[in-house]
């Protein structure tokens, strides 16, 4: 075995799969760079040069984009504050504020060390993992898996800031959001407002840039200045690379978190990176600065979601089930070249498992270098003032998010999820609780029916790996509570006084009344598609009342009571616009899109924007202007995706690309 | 520098208009045009990995050798894709569409989401599939001839969802007496296998693909024993033994031997159809509807060329499994077995899912 482990290193740097591997690392770097893409797509594109490729290039090639895409994701997470792909948007929490403070340098080589550690992980995990991983993954049946998603619910705990309700109220509110669709165990349409766009659910993606892109990018624009508010970038290259080292422990347990995760089939990437978070708080002495730029936070996610990829390809070579949206492409990729995954690839080609286990760890290496070297230049978008960013960020995420159906109603999903984003920042609630439990709802409602359909409690109870997992969330829930960071999450609140809580009110009352639609919605379907809401309903609604109780006693020092928009910040901060400004100004875009599409849509709101908001001439505004509109008529060729189509279009034939 | 940027910018628009403009349909030559395969499931599902599997082939007799290329349009398992192609595709044989099992169901079950209308477009080519049951050894039992020991025991089935595919097979665990207890939720098929590996379910099926990779070394190892493989529909739309499986009975043939008479009456009836829009017709390609003949002839004879290419021959073999790929008339005649349903039987179908699996096809 050893000698085929050292050919296929000999056979992969020597021959022209090298070439390849680099070619996939690139991509892969772009796409994670990139807001609108991900592995998932990144991987459908490299899908048709696959055909005809020999097939060591092709495994290079494909490995090398799978490994990096959460390398590359890291840049936009920590310099913009936007997800670059679901894997990485716990990397904002403690990236972005690094960022702000000018710490940019620092954050950025430290995510890259860890994400390469966290890849070679991986990768050796892999190693040693694909000949014996068999019997360890039969052994996680649908109980255990739902224990591990209810572990990841109890790190919602250590990511409530100073109110554990209010957590909790978030947490709740995203289950909701993620019960709406169809129920998995009866297909019934819950909470779909006569509208089938709903039928599949609220999508990830709108959620995720809702959520945390929309608010960013509308705070960053009322206070009219760069995202960095030092002059530089920081010169903490190295001090980052030191940091990994000095936290290598830290690196270590969460890229074995990222493995364990990723090798079990059905929990999926987007959950990694905020339990590898959860677990680096817990385990963590000082828990003060984090959310506030404590470089921990960085490196435990990178180093988790880095190694998620190699834990995906476990499942994914011996049993032919992707562990990842990314590897279930990467699977359709193995069959176009003829390899069918399975054990028995497994065992009789390992000149095939090993050549795709040093693509990943290479790749991993390669990746962080290149975005080592583009850093520089990358890093200093965040000294640019942030009304030439932010129309080209706006149309980014507006496509992204037009991505995952392509249809209207993504927009408007996006757009409701920004609100919702909003008024969580604004009054305190915890958006990373509120997107882990939409992220985990499915899931938990899933390997609930089903753990009840296939096993008896007795059953369970003989099975000792429900026992360890029932003692690990023991154990989390434990220290999680005893040493909860009651740090504020969401930034500091305003000065608060009894006429100023009305707002806070109302916002609990909106929840409230989402809560008594979701019980009337489901009141007539069976029991086994209406018991999940229920069941979070009467959870949520006691919540709600109490957190109104207080707000209605009005004492001024319970952490609940919390608005940053309390008073007018027009002179703290340099706030020079109100939140109902640019949100109107959003709304005006989407509103451009609705009528004359997407690209004509984009071009008018540049001009309008660039000439209102910034002192740019015609000159420049037409060059960025123009520069936007090639990058999608680009990508839109190029991908063969669409662009949203306006009133415009559908009563006109307009030739492509306004048609 | 701004204005040598505009005036590129200007050109690069010019350029790609004069592109797009509508060529005038004389003789149809798709000469440095690109087709659109619309796949309305994400990359990497079985739907993609057919479409995908085509590309070159179409590429190669196409008259004019066109660029092809998937456009994946995912979203309501299916129907938003297909209803986008249905109200949107212009018939200038530039794009088409592969629909599903899982495309064809709905609106089978006449799904309110469903607006498009099979009778309007052209098929093109069927990729017929078949499939294999198989169960885990403890039962004792060792192939389709004694079933009758599964009778009365305690079955499990893992299934997609109450409209898709795997309705079929739990279907025909019905038609051979057996009652199993099907369990929502699976995200894939390779997911039911999983579940049968680990004990949770008792008895899944898999593709013939998918079967032959991964089941058939369980096989071997003693962990699965297989009973029959749902068979393929013949000329007469009887179904037949599958030609991948050989040495297995049909459901047909289990059936006969279970109940001592040939199978027949509205729910047989039922189940072929349902058998055939989820199986002998699964994947299909379509032209969407008015597209003149002109350019039906053109993608006919394309299609004909490409089933006789000796490399796809082989090639499909392995990654299509042993099925004839239907083209030209053969097409129509077993995409409107799928979709021309006699009403009693479609009624009985809706019947069966609404009373025994909670189906609600007009949930609002």
Known sequence: ?659 | MGRIWLAAFAMLLGGVMLQAAPAAAQAVDFKGKRIEFIVPFIPGGGTDVWARFFLPYLEKYLPGNPTVLVKNQPGGNGIAGANQFHLRSQPDGLTVLGTSGSVQLPYLLEDPRVKYEYKEWTPILVSPTGGVTYIRPEFGVKSAADIGKLKGQKIKFGSQGVSSIDMVVALSYELLGLDPQVVFGLKGRADGRLALERGETNIDYQITGAFLKNVEPLVKAGKAVPLYAFGVLDDKGEVVRDPSFPGMPSVAEVYEKMHGRKPAGVEWEAYKAFFTAGFAAQKILVLPKGTPANIIAVWREAARRVVSDPEFVTRSRNELGDYKQAIGPDAATLTNVAIQVDPAAKAWLKNWLVTKYNYKPDAD
């Not at chain 1, 109980?143 to 990511?159: D, T």
């Not at chain 1, 984090?290 to 936070?297: A, C, L, P």
């Not at chain 1, 995420?397 to 609100?419: K, N, P, R």
Request: charged content about 10%.
């Open chain 1, 1 to 659: 075995m050893l000698d085929v482990i050292a050919t296929t290193f000999v056979n992969l740097v020597t021959s022209a799969s090298l070439i390849y591997l680099l070619g996939g690392v690139l991509l892969g770097l772009v796409v994670g760079i990139l807001p609108a893409l991900g592995g998932t797509a990144g991987m459908a594109l490299l899908i048709p040069f696959v055909f005809g490729l020999e097939p060591n290039a092709a495994l290079a090639m494909m490995t090398g984009l799978l490994a990096v895409v959460a390398t590359g994701d890291t840049v936009t997470s920590i310099l913009m504050g936007i997800p670059g792909s679901a894997a990485s948007q716990a990397t904002i929490l403690d990236g972005f504020p690094l960022a702000k403070r000018g710490e940019a340098a620092r954050a950025l080589s430290a995510a890259y060390v860890a994400s390469a550690a966290g890849g070679v992980i991986g990768a050796m995990v892999l190693t040693a993992a694909i000949l014996v991983a068999r019997p360890i993954i039969l052994a996680f049946g649908t109980g255990e898996m739902l224990l591990l998603v209810l572990l990841g619910i109890s790190m919602v705990c250590v990511l409530s800031g100073s109110s554990l309700v209010k957590g909790l109220i978030a947490c709740a509110l995203g289950l909701l959001v993620g019960a709406v669709g169809a129920a998995p165990a009866t297909s019934e349409y819950r909470m779909i407002m006569g509208n089938f766009y709903l039928a599949d659910g609220v999508p990830l993606v709108a959620v995720a840039l809702g959520v945390f892109a929309l608010p960013e990018i509308i705070d960053l624009l009322r206070r009219d200045a760069a995202i960095s508010s030092a002059m530089s970038i920081g010169r903490g290259w190295l001090q980052g690379a030191i940091d990994c080292w000095i936290h290598k422990g830290v690196v270590l347990r969460t890229s074995a978190i990222g493995c364990l995760i990723g090798a079990l089939p059905g929990i999926g990437g987007s959950v990694v990176d905020w339990i590898a978070y959860g677990h680096t708080v817990q385990t963590a002495r000082d828990k003060s600065q984090f959310g506030k730029g404590d470089i921990r936070g960085v490196i435990g996610v990178e180093a988790s979601n880095n190694s998620v990829q190699g834990g995906a390809l476990v499942p994914t070579l011996i049993f032919g089930i992707p562990g990842s949206g990314s590897t279930a492409i990467f699977l359709a990729g193995l069959i176009l070249i003829g390899l069918q995954p399975g054990m028995a690839m497994v065992e009789q080609n390992l000149d095939v498992t090993y050549t795709i286990i040093w693509s990943l760890a290479i790749a991993n290496i390669l990746g962080a270098g290149f975005c080592f070297m583009i850093s520089g230049q990358m890093a200093k978008l965040t000294l640019v003032r942030y009304v030439y960013l932010a129309p080209y960020m706006l149309a980014i995420v507006f496509y992204a998010s037009f991505q995952s159906s392509g249809d209207w109603g993504d927009m408007v999903a996006l757009i409701a999820m920004g609100l919702i984003g909003c008024y969580l920042r604004r009054f305190g609630y915890s958006r990373p609780a509120f997107l882990i439990g939409f992220v985990l709802q499915n899931n938990i409602e899933t390997y609930l029916y089903q753990t009840m359909q296939f096993y008896t409690l007795g059953d369970l109870a003989r099975r000792p790996l429900i026992w360890i997992l029932f003692a690990v969330i023991v154990i989390s829930l434990y220290f999680g509570l005893k040493h909860r960071p009651k740090n504020q999450t969401e930034g500091v609140s305003g000065e608060l006084s009894a006429t100023t809580l009305w707002p806070q009110a109302i916002f609990l009352l909106l929840a409230l009344a989402a809560v008594v639609y979701c019980v009337y919605d489901v009141r007539k379907f069976y029991l086994l598609g209406s018991i999940f809401p229920l069941t979070v309903c009467a959870f949520l609604a006691p919540l709600l009342l109490y957190g109104l109780w207080r707000v209605l006693a009005r004492d001024l020092s319970d952490p609940i009571l919390f608005d940053s928009e309390s008073e007018w910040r027009l002179k703290e901060e340099g706030y020079v616009a109100s939140l109902g400004h640019y949100v109107l100004w959003i709304l005006g875009f989407v509103g451009l899109t609705y009528l004359v599409g997407f690209l004509i849509g984009i071009a008018l709101f540049f001009v309008l924007f660039l000439a209102v908001k910034s002192p740019a001439g015609w000159g420049g505004i037409a060059l960025m202007t123009g520069a936007v509109v090639a990058f999608f008529m680009a990508i839109s060729y190029f991908l063969v995706l669409d662009l949203p189509r306006g009133l415009l279009q559908n009563v006109y034939r307009l030739p492509w690309p306004i048609g």
